[in-house]
């Protein structure tokens, strides 16, 4: 069945049209919830954060555009995969590892995006394969064995540029008087 019509259809209710999206995309999202929440989390972590995306999938199935289903799916997979390490306290993404020791409250959190907009225009405006590594790393959760294969590095030289990056945008948002 044509995505228009599943959705369609899955508005309406119908289980048999879940099902098949499930059927369709289960092993695409398997792999970025894997990738994100690879151990110290069981494999049941990540079959729990796979239904929640489905869940929020019946739920919202209104929200999601025609055409736009799997990077709808995959969105929602990276952000509950992530909500789920958060709630563990088991990650620092990016801009987290980047931006520690902030206070709870509005003023803080908008200090927080800010930091957080700087770090990922730093990540930008990073030369290669510097910025390869780290969206690869950061915002594609691969292994630093895998990005140095992808771009025939070793997986130490990986390890050290991001490092060395990540003691750069500290830096940038330091001097920014960005950095908690």
Known sequence: MEERQLLRSLRKGDPAALSQIMDAYSA?????????IRPPLQPEDIEEVLSDVFLR????????????????????????????????????????????????????????????????????????????????????????EEIAAALGLQPGAVRVRLTRGREKLKAVLTERGLAG
């Open 57 to 144: 999938l019946w739920e919202k199935a209104a929200d999601v555009e025609p055409g736009h289903l799997r990077p709808w799916l995959g969105t929602v997979a990276r952000n509950r995969a992530k909500d789920k390490l958060r709630a563990l306290h088991l990650t620092l993404p990016l801009e987290e590892d980047c931006i520690e020791g902030f206070a709870d409250g509005p003023e803080a959190d908008a200090i927080r995006r800010e930091a957080q907009k700087a770090a990922r225009e730093a990540v930008e405006a990073m030369g290669e394969p510097d910025r390869s590594i780290f969206v690869r790393y950061y915002y594609f959760y691969q292994k630093t």
């Open 28 to 36: 695409y999202l398997y792999a970025i919830i894997q990738n994100i």
